[in-house]
């Protein structure tokens, strides 16, 4: 794992010239209207994968429509969602 450098939605328009063709070609593929490339990608590779599990338990960690529609301020309020998951 490593850092491929700053959002480019966070770059001004003038400083995307500095970037690879590459990091923008792969930011365009994700672009988001409200988020840009702000994103993250998992991948999960094991023999015997239960995947369907895996994307229900993922799934469970995201933002129900109306938490989303709620905005920043009001995530800071929620629970920790990976907290049950963690415990040992």
Known sequence: ME?????LASLPDAAWEMVPPVRRAAA?????????D?????VFISPGLDREGLEEVLESCLLTDEEYA???????HLPP???TLLEV
């Open 81 to 83: 969602a990976f907290d």
């Open 38 to 42: 702000c994103c993250q990608h998992l």
């Open 70 to 76: 709620a905005g920043r301020e009001a995530w800071k």
């Open 3 to 7: 850092s491929a450098g700053p959002w």
């Open 28 to 36: 365009a593929l994700d672009w988001h209207p409200e988020h840009g």
